[in-house]
């Protein structure tokens, strides 16, 4: 098998870089070791930023989204049983944000692929290994369906996430990593019940973070910090809302409704930057070079972001046989991300209760809200970065 851009793992990068090339005419093969089903229902992302749903939108990925996602101009932070609201299109020159789940931006890119006759789209596809990526035409070995295959390939890219192996080609005396690894996770739910708000909730407080998040009109999605290590068996339903409902708490009225857990599970909180995101002719993108903590909402976005980028870049070799925009890649998405990764960084650490922190670190915390709060200038920082950058 031939292809010109052999893409690894089908998950939100893999899945746009794709309909991108489609779209433009240049032709892909997307290998994914999961099922269909598998990819499809993965409880991961909800919020998109403004160029997310601009490029999903551009690529006519974003029919359902407009008709099914929820537009949302604010987030509310809530501190010292207080509500302070971050207003966003009057902050940024009138951005603002989508909730539309990643599984339903996964099914929409899925479907597309398959129904207009785009390249193939292997379930149950598992890359082992990339080699040749100095070379010319590198390869991808994989199985599927219980044979061992080669895609050979003009160009590889690595979307297989933080626990793929396309990276692993990039030798070592190249590969450079940066990492920090929080003290504490989140226990996320998704439960039956309409949200209590009409936007997010951020809450800070003694007892540690919590998140009001929405699916949709009816479904809610909500986080507790946890320590790491937490089995989400030892948090019944009733402990979960009592929690949640001790980290929201706020003087005036305001009720948190409760309603059928219908999934829990824990997540590490984790930022990791692997430099450079391109080695030859193998490119990285997504998870698969970078994670944030999702304190942001950065992941997602991130994913989109690069395959915008790198998009861009294989269409103008396309057109014009140069190298020079692939040859910008690494750096003009790194310049994003370590953007995001900070901007993450500062959402966790002055919302997150640190196990071992002082009283006096936690004063440090309460005057920074008070001051995102206070000031227009603070808030600008946030709503500029929370509904995102232009891509490129
Ligand atoms: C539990 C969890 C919760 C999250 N919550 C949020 C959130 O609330 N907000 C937010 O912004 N972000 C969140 N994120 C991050 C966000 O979901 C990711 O940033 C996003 O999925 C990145 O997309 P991706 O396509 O790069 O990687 P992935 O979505 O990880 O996709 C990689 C794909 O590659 C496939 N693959 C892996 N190895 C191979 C192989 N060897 N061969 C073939 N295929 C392979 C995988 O099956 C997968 O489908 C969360 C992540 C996790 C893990």
Redesign the pocket.
Known sequence: MHTTVGI???????LLLARLLDRAGIDSVV????DRAY?EERQ????LEQGTVDALRACGAGERMDREGLVHHGIELRFDRRSHRIDFPSLTGGRSVMVYA?TEVVKDLIALRLAEGGGPLLFG???VAVEGAETGSPVIRFTHEGRERTLSCDYVVG???????AREALPETVRRVFERVYPYSWLGILADVPPSCEELIYAHSPRGFALHSMRTPTVSRLYLQVPNGTDPADWSDERIWDELDARFAVDGDWKLERGPITQK?V?PMRSWVTEPMRHGRLFL????AH?VP?TG?????L?VSDVVVLARALEHWRATGSEELLDAYSDTCLRRVWRAEHFSYVMTTSLHTDPDQSPFDGRLQLSQLHRIADSTAAATELAENYTGLPIG
């Open positions: 690894i793992g089908g998950g939100p990068a893999g290998l994914e070791h999961r990819v991961r992302a909800g919020i990643q596809a598992h890359a979307c297989d996430g933080f626990h793929g192996i599970s997540t993108a997504g998870d698969a994670i999702p909402a950065k992941g997602l976005n994913a």
